[in-house]
């Protein structure tokens, strides 16, 4: 195709200008199908760490964690407390199960690790967790001192 070019040295030609973008375009679609296969967890990701997605919000009396952990169970993730720090981390497998052989690998086994820093005290002994539905709510009670609390005013 770029032969054609060189022996005529043209660019007007919109055929030949045509194919040109056209095998760009080819090309940009097999950049981007490795792209997603990596992202997938095809053969270059494997063992690759998965970025955990959480939000924290305060709700006054507390604060209230939810992780996305999509796959997981209580068994694949730790959670500790320590002072004013939440840790949450994870390990997916991608074990095939025996007498299995996988043809195509679309999700990949990670692993994660994240620290939750809050911006007040915390009570390590009122902190409670629940997974549902691939969604880890984890409830962390302020400790007392932190808590805002209601001041009466007197009138005379």
């Known amino acids: 195709m770029f ?4 022996q005529r040295n043209q660019w ?7 194919d040109t973008f056209a095998a760009l375009n080819a090309f940009r679609h097999q950049v ?11 053969a270059l990701s494997q063992g690759a760490t ?10 006054g009396e507390g604060y209230v964690l939810k992780a996305f952990v999509p796959g997981l169970g209580e068994k694949d993730l730790k959670l500790t407390i320590t002072e004013d720090v939440l840790s949450l981390s994870g390990e997916r497998s991608d074990d095939t199960p025996a007498g299995h052989a996988t043809h195509r690998r679309e999700r990949s086994g990670y692993t994660f690790a994240r620290s939750f820093s809050f911006p007040a005290k915390v009570d390590p002994e009122q902190v409670s967790a629940e997974l549902k539905d ?17 001041i009466t005013i007197k009138s005379n």
């Open 3 to 6: 032969s054609r070019f060189a």
């Open 134 to 150: 691939g969604v880890l709510s984890v409830k962390v009670q302020k400790a007392a001192e932190a808590k805002p609390r209601q």
């Open 50 to 59: 998965s970025e955990l997605l959480a939000q924290v919000k305060d709700t």
């Open 12 to 18: 007007n030609d919109w055929e030949d200008f045509s």
């Open 32 to 42: 981007d199908r490795l792209f997603r296969e990596t992202e997938n967890g095809d």
